[in-house]
C-alpha cells in the first residue's frame, strides 16, 4: 500500500525474499525519496567580431548580417539544456530572439520529448537564447507554470528564467492582486516578472528595472532575461543558487552550471558574484553589484546531491566534495566491513570517497534501471503503476554474505531507505551499515527544494537510533553539520545549512508550501 508523505517506515520484522513485491520501488516512491531543487538555465547571446558589433536589433541600419545557420542559437541551446536536466524533469522550454521578436516553446515533459528534432527546426533562427527546465518548488506541474515567461509590455518584451525561491512572494503576489494584477500561474517566477516589469514602467533601462527589482524581491533567485536588444544574467544578494559565464569566441553564454558550457564546447570564465548583474549587448558586457551582497548563502545540497558531479561550483568541484564526504564519514562513523557500496548516482562518489579513506574495498551493489518510461505522464493509473516496478536492483554477487556500507546522499523520511536496506538483506547481505553524505534533514527549506515541510522529515521527529530501527540498518551515521564548510575546497562563498541548522542568511516566508498559490474553484466568485 503506498503510504503518504507524512508517513515514516516501521521496523521490518523480517528480512523479505528477493522478489518480494514489497521491495518493488515506484516511480512516486523514488521521486519523493529525495529532496528536488527546481530548475536549470541557460542564456546565449551570438555576437559578431568586435569591428561588426553594434547597439542595434536585427534589420536597424549597420545592424549585423542576417542570422544564417552559422549564428543559429538554437542547437546550442539544446545541447545545454539537456545538460541540465538533472536539475529539472517537469517542464522546460527555450525562448528565441529572432530580429527583435521573441518566439517561445514550452511544455510538460523532458528535453528530448519537448524539443523533437521537428519542433526545433520549427523554431526562428536568431542571436539570442534563454532556455529552463523546471522542477517546480512553488507551483503545481502544468504548462502555465513552464518557463521561459514572455511579458510584453508598453516600452518592450522580455523572456525570464529564474531559478529559486522567493521569500516574501505570498506578500508580493498579495499586494500585486489588490493593485488588479492577475496571474497566469500559480510559480513565484511570475511574481518576479511582474515587480521587474512594474520597475521597468519607471526606469530608463531593462537593468535598471532589476537593479530595482532586486531591492523588492527577497530570497534565493538566479535569473536569466532576454529583451530585444540584451541579455541579463542576475544572481540573488546572497548567492543561494549558481550561476556561470563563459564564451565561445566572441559569443557569451550563461549556465546554471559548468557542465552545461562544457556540453556546447563553451570555455568557462567565472561564476557571478552574490547581488551581481551582467548586461550583454551586440558590443559591450557591463557588470554592476548591489550593494550589501554578501555571498553567504550558496546551498551545499547543490554539492551533495543538486549538481552533476562534473559541475565546478563557485570554484568548488562537485566531485570532489562528495569525495570528501565520504572520508568525513569513514573518519567519524568508522564501522568493520567488507565492502562499500554508493545508492545511485549522487551517492556513489561519497561511497568511493569512504572506501578510500577506509580501506575498505569499494563495489558496484547497485544496478539502476535506467530505460523506464517516465510514468507521471502515462494516461490511467493502473498503467502508471504498472509502468514502472523497480528502479533499483541488488546486485547479489557483490553482497551476498558480507558486511555492506551503504553510503547514499540523505534520508528525507524514511521510506524508501528502509526498502533499499532490504534489497541489500533479500540480496544476501549478512549486515548493512547506512552512511548518508549530508546532516540530518530537520527543517523546511525556503529557498529551492521541495522540503517545505518537517512532516516530511523523518529526522525531525525520530532520533538517530529510532531512524536507524525504522530503516532496518545495523548501523547509521550522518554527516556531522561542521563537516559541510569543509566539503567544497576552494569554494568562493558561504553556505547555507538550514535545512539541517534551521538558521536561514535570509527571513523564511509566512507559508513554505510548494502549492501556497493554488487555489479550488470554490474559493472564488
Known amino acids: 500500500m503506498k503510504r503518504t508523505l507524512s508517513s515514516f517506515p516501521p521496523a521490518p520484522s523480517s528480512v523479505p525474499a528477493a522478489g518480494d513485491p514489497s521491495l518493488w520501488l515506484d516511480e512516486d516512491e523514488w521521486q519523493a525519496a529525495k529532496p528536488h531543487e527546481e530548475c536549470g538555465i541557460f ?3 551570438r555576437r559578431d567580431p568586435p569591428d561588426r558589433n553594434n547597439d542595434f536589433p536585427a534589420g536597424a541600419p549597420g545592424a549585423p548580417a542576417p542570422v544564417d545557420a552559422a549564428h543559429d542559437v538554437r542547437i546550442d541551446t539544446y545541447q545545454a539544456l539537456f545538460a541540465l536536466q538533472h536539475r529539472g524533469q517537469e517542464s522546460c522550454g527555450i525562448a528565441v530572439n529572432a530580429g527583435g521578436d521573441l518566439f517561445c516553446r514550452k511544455d510538460v515533459g523532458l528535453v528530448s520529448e519537448v ?23 512553488t507551483g503545481a506541474k502544468n504548462h502555465n507554470n513552464a518557463q521561459p515567461l514572455l511579458v510584453n ?27 488588479g494584477a492577475i496571474f497566469h500561474s500559480t510559480s513565484d517566477s511570475e511574481v518576479l516578472s511582474y515587480v521587474i ?21 527577497h530570497g534565493a533567485y538566479s535569473i536569466v532575461l532576454m529583451t530585444r536588444a540584451k541579455i541579463i544574467a542576475v544572481r540573488d544578494p546572497h548567492g543561494f543558487r549558481p550561476l556561470c559565464m563563459g564564451h565561445i569566441g566572441h559569443d557569451i553564454v550563461f549556465a546554471s552550471e559548468s557542465c552545461a558550457l562544457d556540453a556546447i564546447g563553451a570555455t568557462f570564465d567565472r561564476d557571478l558574484e552574490a547581488g551581481e548583474v551582467v548586461v550583454v549587448t551586440a558590443n559591450a558586457v557591463k557588470s554592476y553589484r548591489i550593494d550589501g551582497a554578501v555571498h553567504d548563502g550558496m546551498c551545499v ?7 552533476r558531479p562534473d559541475s565546478v561550483l563557485d570554484g568548488a568541484s562537485v566531485q570532489e566534495a562528495r569525495l570528501r564526504a565520504g572520508s568525513f564519514l569513514a573518519l567519524n562513523h568508522p564501522v568493520q566491513a567488507d565492502v562499500v557500496i554508493g545508492v545511485p548516482d549522487s551517492g ?16 558496484v551493489g547497485f544496478v539502476k534501471n535506467r530505460y523506464i518510461a517516465r510514468t507521471f505522464i502515462e ?37 524508501t531507505s528502509a526498502r533499499i536496506v532490504s534489497l541489500l538483506r533479500a540480496a544476501g547481505a549478512s549486515e548493512v551499515h547506512v552512511r548518508l553524505s549530508a546532516p540530518p534533514f530537520k527543517f523546511p527549506c525556503h529557498f529551492g527544494t521541495d522540503i517545505d515541510s518537517q512532516d516530511k522529515l523523518i529526522a525531525a521527529h525520530m532520533d538517530n537510533e529510532g531512524i536507524r530501527k525504522a530503516i532496518g540498518a545495523d548501523s547509521l551515521g550522518y554527516l556531522a553539520v561542521e563537516d559541510c ?18 538558521s536561514y542568511p535570509v527571513a523564511p516566508p509566512k507559508s513554505t508550501l510548494k502549492h501556497k498559490f493554488e487555489r479550488t474553484l470554490s474559493a472564488r466568485d
Not at 519542433?119 to 522542477?135: D, Q, S
Not at 516589469?197 to 524581491?217: D, P
Not at 562518489?349 to 574495498?361: K, L
Not at 568562493?492 to 545549512?497: A, I, L, N, P, Q
Open 153 to 179: 509590455h508598453h516600452k518592450g518584451a522580455m523572456a525570464l528564467c529564474h531559478n529559486g525561491n522567493l521569500a516574501n512572494a505570498a506578500d508580493l503576489r498579495g499586494k500585486l492582486e489588490k493593485r
Open 301 to 307: 545540497f547543490e554539492y551533495i546531491y543538486f549538481a
Open 115 to 137: 524539443f523533437s528534432g521537428e519542433n526545433l527546426e520549427k523554431m526562428p533562427l536568431g542571436r539570442m537564447a534563454v532556455a529552463h527546465c523546471r522542477y517546480g518548488t
Open 485 to 502: 564548510d569543509k566539503l567544497a575546497r576552494g569554494a568562493k562563498c558561504g553556505f547555507c545549512k538550514g535545512c539541517f541548522t534551521g
Open 379 to 415: 494516461p490511467g493509473e493502473q498503467v502508471r503503476k504498472n509502468a514502472v516496478r523497480m528502479k533499483l536492483s541488488a546486485v547479489s554477487s557483490a553482497v551476498k554474505g558480507k558486511r555492506v556500507v551503504m553510503v547514499d546522499d540523505s534520508i528525507v523520511r524514511g521510506t
Open 197 to 217: 516589469t512594474q520597475e521597468r514602467l519607471r526606469t530608463r533601462s531593462i537593468e535598471e528595472a532589476v537593479r530595482g527589482a532586486m531591492k523588492i524581491v
Open 43 to 45: 542564456a546565449i547571446f
Open 348 to 363: 556513489i562518489d561519497a561511497a568511493v570517497g569512504f572506501a578510500r579513506q577506509s580501506g575498505i574495498p569499494y563495489g
